[in-house]
């Protein structure tokens, strides 16, 4: 029994009011299917139905396009962008008002913290919504070129890792810049995004301009591969990524694809150490490693790489793993029975591929879908856990000698989304920085995400960039565009 | 019987409190238009109000400049939200100070609610604007970004009394400075109640500070005072016994920035500001600073 | 033991630690530079995250105890007399009069020629007596002073002598003349026979080194000349107590066990006025440092208005409503 034994501290769920069934917001209403069955949505913590929940079919995507077409041409595209701005600026408010609801909401749907729903996704989205509405009409001072306008109507799929803050990088940017919207949410946590469609309603966002549908695979299909969608953005894996590629491949729909990763995190013998540790902890335990950019590859200097292990493994011991709704829980619930499969898989596969495997002691709920978080020592870049994106609390580590060797391994992978970098020389971090081939590189931190600064992957983690100016960029057309 | 009205004391807004002048002076303010009439006895801010007004702007200087912009932002839209909520009171005395319609007053007071929001949108983006990465020839990065130049004293537009305050306030501070104002001589009202509005949002005291009063015999100690980092002259146009140029030759004396009135060669002009500004204003209150370093193993 | 031996030992130690053969300031100087640097808003977000556990109920009952044992009841003034004194020590033995169970606090904190009072006072209670010797709270004294101070505090009957060190001189880069300091006040701090000696707090005030990295290697300097605590502040500079800071001192007292196997003390003092305050810091202590240090043998709060701060939320927590300072004493 510990000297100080934390008492549980669960958020109240009271504030959270489920319908036991959801339709689709279509239009600006919650609408029946057209053909389309149901889908339940439940508590990866307990494995608890929350709701029962529609998959949209063809129909259903038809009619979502065809009213995100018409408020497009009726009103959206009519209005200023200081009228557009305005709309964005109410729903960052009321995403403020309604945080904790919001934040529970998420915990409950998606198994994350509520420490990190908390503190991380719910102010974050808002501060998307935030900084995009004071774009709306400034879009002539972006530097994105001539005459920048919109696309017309936007197809986004998103994932189940941060389902409102995902929501909210799509859906900002494209409202902004006078685009109307599609949006699937991902099928096993679709509760924040039907919960944003309530806010779209008391922010009085004319009917159409987003439309939420859910749904699985078959419906992100059909938005993606629409013939009245203008322009597609997907955050996900990187196999659909290139399906989507394949798929627009010879039409004039653009697309922004934002897709996996396996970012490595550099650490050189002069960090600072105990915050490079709470990096490599950030980097890989937030959100429970589902992050496409998590630092799931340990690089540490050769000549630290014992202490590093050492002060990491005594680190870890006292991450709580549990109940997502516990105010004191750091790593909550895998989202779904197949992620867990797949990172059991992976975890099996390190150890027979001889890597030496760790984990603290600790006791994990009797129901619902849990992992431990696993540190991987003894780990070459020819290990499968060193290439695949595992997508969950698993850290392979790995050594380097010279700071050329650190950039080749950070290098050595198909990916190319982030990476970071941990010493106390200012001008290791920039030559480190140009050499790697990552679209952000944190240095002395990690997963670092703000709306103003771009985000996205080199090679296949996905083109086009979300956040700041340049996913600005990602939402209109300038020029000559047709 | 009709009740009898409890009538206001007008007062400065310095620090984020509300002082009388330390002069103990006050001047009659009238309504414009038809049928002149008495509205308040504004308090009459002398040189040692100036003063005050000056030091509690430079107090909090590190702070304002300090918040992200973020941070700062979200403080402007909030003047947006308290000023909706008093539109009426706003509608009536910009209507009283101006001698326009209520209709005039009424678009004129949402103009200067929007230019809140819009300069609000402005907090965490003129800086990827205005700054950037600049590529040197050797192996150094190079970067070049906006900062505050510290405290601005303003002249508010004279005639103008709330859309012209507003748009020459707004800019300065949404960067990160802070301004000592002086507001409209003669049309002074809307400019308290904005300070009003300014004390119940969440802008800290001490980040704008409004003098009301006469601008020419104010004026000279804020173009002079070495604590002072710039001036806004727009207010000099139609401001009595006040020439820009002086001001500006006074100013000199510690180079302040200094952003001119509109017009040409020495006759000052109040511009329109029902239009979307452009950044000049923004700009003129920020200074660039570039970074280099060196980038090797 | 002669009083020369202690500073030799103290000397020979930490030649060992440093593998150097003779203790100069450049040896020092490079031991401590070595120490890895603190990245400051990394430490700031750590402490910041560690300040959001939420301690509920049970966990809530138990910190507020502990905290309440592990005060060092200070009163430092100029103002200070034998009566304010008397009635803080009786405060410092039944800190609740109408709630009995309440923890003692671990000490009283006075100036040195309030000692013997304060010793009189809490005889018999087991509430130690502290006293700030060396110059406090600026050090700005020659050594001849400081250890004067210091021998007329132990002969008084102090049982523990919080000390600051020479900030001029760490600022300057004179680290062996800190630790030389350092280790005469400890030897100063000796009692002949069997009488035990005093037990020394060293006082960095972070304030004044105001960087994360100086903190770390003031910890590390005092511990080297045979600190039996890290206290942060004399209370007279601000900042004085922030929970970087102690967290700091925490990994310091933390990775000096992994070292040599001895453990040192932390005691932040100043600034600390809430329970909620002070139990976030027993947060830091219980994930930073680990749990052998919450006890009042290796973790103190420099502090006075806290304790009825903690009596109220005491109050609280078994009533369920709120209390007010009507219904705690002042002494």
Same mark, same amino acid.
């Given at each position: 029994?510990?000297?100080?034994?934390?008492?549980?501290?669960?958020?109240?769920?009271?504030?959270?009011?489920?319908?036991?069934?959801?339709?689709?917001?279509?239009?600006?209403?919650?609408?029946?299917?057209?053909?389309?069955?149901?889908?339940?949505?439940?508590?990866?913590?307990?494995?608890?139905?929350?709701?029962?929940?529609?998959?949209?079919?063809?129909?259903?995507?038809?009619?979502?396009?065809?009213?995100?077409?018409?408020?497009?041409?009726?009103?959206?595209?009519?209005?200023?962008?200081?009228?557009?701005?305005?709309?964005?600026?109410?729903?960052?408010?009321?995403?403020?008002?309604?945080?904790?609801?919001?934040?529970?909401?998420?915990?409950?749907?998606?198994?994350?913290?509520?420490?990190?729903?908390?503190?991380?996704?719910?102010?974050?989205?808002?501060?998307?919504?935030?900084?995009?509405?004071?774009?709306?009409?400034?879009?002539?001072?972006?530097?994105?070129?001539?005459?920048?306008?919109?696309?017309?109507?936007?197809?986004?799929?998103?994932?189940?890792?941060?389902?409102?803050?995902?929501?909210?990088?799509?859906?900002?940017?494209?409202?902004?810049?006078?685009?109307?919207?599609?949006?699937?949410?991902?099928?096993?946590?679709?509760?924040?995004?039907?919960?944003?469609?309530?806010?779209?309603?008391?922010?009085?966002?004319?009917?159409?301009?987003?439309?939420?549908?859910?749904?699985?695979?078959?419906?992100?299909?059909?938005?993606?591969?629409?013939?009245?969608?203008?322009?597609?953005?997907?955050?996900?894996?990187?196999?659909?990524?290139?399906?989507?590629?394949?798929?627009?491949?010879?039409?004039?729909?653009?697309?922004?694809?934002?897709?996996?990763?396996?970012?490595?995190?550099?650490?050189?013998?002069?960090?600072?150490?105990?915050?490079?540790?709470?990096?490599?902890?950030?980097?890989?335990?937030?959100?429970?490693?589902?992050?496409?950019?998590?630092?799931?590859?340990?690089?540490?200097?050769?000549?630290?790489?014992?202490?590093?292990?050492?002060?990491?493994?005594?680190?870890?011991?006292?991450?709580?793993?549990?109940?997502?709704?516990?105010?004191?829980?750091?790593?909550?619930?895998?989202?779904?029975?197949?992620?867990?499969?797949?990172?059991?898989?992976?975890?099996?596969?390190?150890?027979?591929?001889?890597?030496?495997?760790?984990?603290?002691?600790?006791?994990?709920?009797?129901?619902?879908?849990?992992?431990?978080?696993?540190?991987?020592?003894?780990?070459?870049?020819?290990?499968?856990?060193?290439?695949?994106?595992?997508?969950?609390?698993?850290?392979?580590?790995?050594?380097?000698?010279?700071?050329?060797?650190?950039?080749?391994?950070?290098?050595?992978?198909?990916?190319?989304?982030?990476?970071?970098?941990?010493?106390?020389?200012?001008?290791?971090?920039?030559?480190?920085?140009?050499?790697?081939?990552?679209?952000?590189?944190?240095?002395?931190?990690?997963?670092?995400?703000?709306?103003?600064?771009?985000?996205?992957?080199?090679?296949?983690?996905?083109?086009?960039?979300?956040?700041?100016?340049?996913?600005?960029?990602?939402?209109?057309?300038?020029?000559?565009?047709? | 019987?009709?009740?009898?009205?409890?009538?206001?004391?007008?007062?400065?807004?310095?620090?984020?409190?509300?002082?009388?002048?330390?002069?103990?002076?006050?001047?009659?303010?009238?309504?414009?238009?038809?049928?002149?009439?008495?509205?308040?006895?504004?308090?009459?801010?002398?040189?040692?109000?100036?003063?005050?007004?000056?030091?509690?702007?430079?107090?909090?200087?590190?702070?304002?400049?300090?918040?992200?912009?973020?941070?700062?932002?979200?403080?402007?839209?909030?003047?947006?939200?308290?000023?909706?909520?008093?539109?009426?009171?706003?509608?009536?005395?910009?209507?009283?100070?101006?001698?326009?319609?209520?209709?005039?007053?009424?678009?004129?007071?949402?103009?200067?609610?929007?230019?809140?929001?819009?300069?609000?949108?402005?907090?965490?983006?003129?800086?990827?604007?205005?700054?950037?990465?600049?590529?040197?020839?050797?192996?150094?990065?190079?970067?070049?970004?906006?900062?505050? /130049? &510290?405290?601005? @004293?303003?002249? *508010? %537009?004279?005639?103008? =009394?709330? $859309?012209?305050?507003?748009?020459?306030?707004?800019?300065?501070?949404?960067?990160?400075?802070?301004?000592?104002?002086?507001?409209?001589?003669?049309?002074?009202?809307?400019?308290?109640?904005?300070?009003?509005?300014?004390?119940?949002?969440?802008?800290?005291?001490?980040?704008?500070?409004?003098? /009301? &009063?006469?601008? @020419?015999?104010? *004026? %000279?100690?804020?173009? =002079?005072? $070495?604590?002072?980092?710039?001036?806004?002259?727009?207010?000099?146009?139609?401001?009595?016994?006040?020439?820009?140029?002086?001001?500006?030759?006074?100013?000199?004396?510690?180079?302040?920035?200094?952003?001119?009135?509109?017009?040409?060669?020495?006759?000052?002009?109040?511009?329109?500001?029902?239009?979307?500004?452009?950044?000049?204003?923004?700009?003129?209150?920020?200074?660039?600073?570039?970074?280099?370093?060196?980038?090797?193993? | 033991?002669?009083?020369?031996?202690?500073?030799?030992?103290?000397?020979?130690?930490?030649?060992?630690?440093?593998?150097?053969?003779?203790?100069?300031?450049?040896?020092?100087?490079?031991?401590?530079?070595?120490?890895?640097?603190?990245?400051?808003?990394?430490?700031?977000?750590?402490?910041?995250?560690?300040?959001?556990?939420?301690?509920?109920?049970?966990?809530?009952?138990?910190?507020?105890?502990?905290?309440?044992?592990?005060?060092?009841?200070?009163?430092?003034?100029?103002?200070?007399?034998?009566?304010?004194?008397?009635?803080?020590?009786?405060?410092?033995?039944?800190?609740?009069?109408?709630?009995?169970?309440?923890?003692?606090?671990?000490?009283?904190?006075?100036?040195?020629?309030?000692?013997?009072?304060?010793?009189?006072?809490?005889?018999?209670?087991?509430?130690?007596?502290?006293?700030?010797?060396?110059?406090?709270?600026?050090?700005?004294?020659?050594?001849?002073?400081?250890?004067?101070?210091?021998?007329?505090?132990?002969?008084?009957?102090?049982?523990?002598?919080?000390?600051?060190?020479?900030?001029?001189?760490?600022?300057?880069?004179?680290?062996?003349?800190?630790?030389?300091?350092?280790?005469?006040?400890?030897?100063?701090?000796?009692?002949?026979?069997?009488?035990?000696?005093?037990?020394?707090?060293?006082?960095?005030?972070?304030?004044?080194?105001?960087?994360?990295?100086?903190?770390?290697?003031?910890?590390?300097?005092?511990?080297?000349?045979?600190?039996?605590?890290?206290?942060?502040?004399?209370?007279?500079?601000?900042?004085?107590?922030?929970?970087?800071?102690?967290?700091?001192?925490?990994?310091?007292?933390?990775?000096?066990?992994?070292?040599?196997?001895?453990?040192?003390?932390?005691?932040?003092?100043?600034?600390?006025?809430?329970?909620?305050?002070?139990?976030?810091?027993?947060?830091?202590?219980?994930?930073?440092?680990?749990?052998?240090?919450?006890?009042?043998?290796?973790?103190?709060?420099?502090?006075?208005?806290?304790?009825?701060?903690?009596?109220?939320?005491?109050?609280?927590?078994?009533?369920?409503?709120?209390?007010?300072?009507?219904?705690?004493?002042?002494?």
């Amino acid at each position: 029994m510990p000297t100080f034994e934390y008492a549980p501290a669960p958020e109240s769920r009271s504030v959270v009011d489920l319908a036991s069934s959801y339709g689709l917001f279509i239009d600006g209403e919650f609408r029946d299917s057209d053909g389309g069955s149901v889908f339940k949505s439940i508590s990866p913590a307990t494995e608890e139905v929350l709701a029962e929940v529609t998959e949209a079919s063809a129909a259903d995507v038809d009619r979502a396009v065809a009213a995100a077409r018409r408020a497009y041409e009726r009103t959206w595209s009519r209005l200023s962008g200081t009228d557009r701005g305005k709309y964005l600026f109410r729903i960052a408010r009321i995403l403020q008002e309604r945080s904790r609801e919001f934040a529970v909401l998420e915990s409950l749907d998606n198994g994350k913290p509520i420490r990190e729903s908390r503190d991380v996704d719910v102010p974050m989205a808002a501060a998307w919504f935030f900084y995009h509405a004071g774009w709306a009409d400034k879009l002539e001072f972006a530097s994105l070129g001539e005459n920048p306008r919109p696309h017309g109507v936007v197809g986004q799929v998103i994932p189940w890792n941060f389902p409102l803050l995902m929501l909210a990088w799509k859906i900002a940017p494209a409202l902004a810049t006078g685009n109307t919207v599609v949006l699937k949410p991902a099928e096993t946590t679709p509760l924040t995004a039907l919960l944003f469609a309530e806010v779209c309603q008391q922010a009085e966002l004319p009917p159409g301009v987003v439309n939420i549908v859910t749904g699985a695979g078959a419906t992100g299909q059909a938005i993606v591969e629409h013939g009245g969608v203008d322009k597609v953005a997907f955050t996900g894996s990187t196999a659909v990524g290139k399906q989507i590629a394949r798929s627009i491949a010879g039409t004039r729909t653009k697309a922004t694809l934002e897709l996996g990763g396996k970012a490595a995190n550099i650490v050189f013998d002069d960090a600072p150490v105990d915050q490079a540790v709470e990096g490599i902890v950030n980097g890989i335990f937030f959100n429970q490693g589902h992050v496409c950019c998590a630092g799931s590859r340990l690089l540490v200097q050769e000549s630290v790489a014992e202490e590093v292990e050492e002060r990491l493994k005594r680190r870890l011991a006292t991450l709580r793993v549990g109940d997502p709704l516990d105010k004191n829980t750091d790593v909550g619930a895998i989202n779904s029975r197949a992620q867990l499969d797949r990172i059991t898989e992976l975890v099996e596969v390190g150890e027979a591929e001889g890597a030496t495997r760790w984990s603290p002691e600790c006791e994990l709920p009797a129901n619902g879908f849990w992992f431990r978080p696993t540190v991987f020592t003894g780990v070459s870049q020819t290990h499968r856990i060193a290439q695949e994106e595992i997508f969950g609390p698993v850290l392979s580590v790995l050594t380097f000698r010279t700071p050329q060797e650190a950039v080749a391994k950070a290098n050595n992978t198909p990916y190319g989304l982030s990476a970071g970098i941990w010493t106390d020389k200012g001008s290791r971090i920039l030559w480190m920085a140009d050499q790697l081939r990552a679209g952000v590189v944190w240095a002395n931190t990690f997963n670092k995400f703000d709306p103003t600064s771009p985000f996205g992957g080199y090679k296949e983690s996905g083109y086009g960039r979300e956040g700041g100016r340049h996913g600005l960029g990602a939402y209109v057309r300038t020029g000559a565009d047709g | 019987m009709s009740r009898v009205d409890v009538r206001k004391t007008y007062k400065l807004f310095i620090g984020g409190k509300f002082p009388r002048s330390e002069s103990g002076r006050s001047y009659e303010v009238f309504s414009a238009g038809r049928g002149r009439r008495f509205l308040a006895n504004a308090a009459q801010g002398s040189r040692k109000d100036a003063r005050d007004a000056v030091r509690a702007a430079r107090a909090a200087l590190p702070g304002w400049a300090g918040a992200t912009a973020y941070n700062r932002g979200q403080v402007l839209y909030r003047v947006a939200e308290v000023m909706e909520s008093r539109r009426t009171q706003f509608v009536a005395e910009v209507q009283a100070a101006e001698g326009v319609t209520a209709a005039r007053a009424e678009a004129t007071v949402s103009a200067a609610i929007d230019r809140w929001v819009w300069y609000a949108g402005w907090s965490d983006k003129y800086a990827q604007v205005l700054g950037g990465l600049n590529p040197v020839a050797g192996p150094y990065f190079d970067i070049s970004a906006p900062e505050p /130049t &510290g405290v601005v @004293a303003a002249l *508010a %537009p004279q005639r103008s =009394s709330l $859309l012209g305050l507003v748009s020459v306030v707004a800019p300065i501070v949404v960067a990160g400075n802070t301004a000592v104002v002086l507001a409209s001589e003669e049309r002074p009202v809307p400019a308290i109640t904005l300070a009003e509005a300014l004390a119940t949002s969440d802008v800290p005291g001490g980040v704008i500070n409004l003098i /009301t &009063g006469r601008t @020419a015999e104010v *004026a %000279p100690w804020l173009a =002079s005072h $070495l604590d002072v980092n710039a001036i806004d002259l727009t207010g000099a146009a139609d401001a009595q016994d006040v020439s820009w140029g002086e001001l500006e030759a006074a100013a000199a004396e510690n180079l302040k920035r200094v952003l001119r009135p509109a017009g040409s060669d020495e006759q000052a002009v109040e511009p329109d500001f029902a239009p979307v500004p452009g950044l000049h204003r923004l700009e003129a209150f920020l200074e660039t600073k570039t970074v280099w370093h060196p980038k090797g193993r | 033991m002669s009083s020369q031996t202690v500073t030799a030992e103290a000397t020979e130690r930490a030649r060992d630690i440093l593998g150097v053969t003779r203790l100069t300031n450049q040896a020092l100087s490079g031991w401590l530079h070595g120490l890895p640097g603190v990245d400051e808003v990394g430490a700031d977000a750590r402490a910041a995250t560690l300040g959001t556990r939420s301690i509920k109920t049970t966990a809530k009952a138990w910190a507020i105890d502990t905290a309440i044992s592990m005060i060092d009841l200070t009163t430092l003034e100029g103002a200070d007399t034998a009566g304010k004194v008397r009635s803080l020590c009786t405060k410092a033995r039944t800190p609740d009069p109408a709630h009995l169970d309440t923890p003692r606090v671990a000490a009283v904190c006075v100036y040195n020629d309030m000692v013997a009072v304060a010793r009189e006072a809490v005889a018999g209670t087991g509430v130690n007596v502290a006293a700030v010797s060396t110059a406090f709270p600026s050090g700005r004294a020659s050594i001849a002073v400081k250890l004067a101070d210091t021998r007329d505090a132990v002969e008084a009957g102090a049982d523990e002598i919080d000390m600051v060190i020479d900030r001029g001189a760490f600022l300057s880069g004179r680290y062996l003349h800190v630790f030389e300091e350092i280790a005469q006040v400890r030897q100063a701090c000796r009692r002949d026979g069997d009488a035990p000696d005093a037990h020394l707090k060293v006082i960095l005030e972070t304030g004044e080194l105001v960087t994360y990295d100086n903190v770390r290697r003031a910890s590390w300097l005092a511990m080297l000349a045979g600190a039996d605590f890290i206290k942060t502040s004399t209370g007279k500079v601000s900042p004085a107590a922030t929970l970087p800071v102690t967290m700091i001192m925490l990994e310091a007292v933390r990775d000096w066990r992994a070292l040599t196997g001895e453990m040192v003390g932390v005691k932040p003092a100043g600034g600390i006025r809430s329970s909620k305050d002070a139990i976030r810091h027993l947060v830091v202590v219980n994930e930073v440092a680990g749990e052998e240090w919450l006890t009042p043998q290796w973790f103190r709060f420099g502090a006075s208005s806290l304790l009825n701060d903690l009596l109220l939320q005491r109050h609280k927590l078994a009533t369920g409503a709120y209390s007010g300072p009507d219904y705690v004493t002042i002494d």
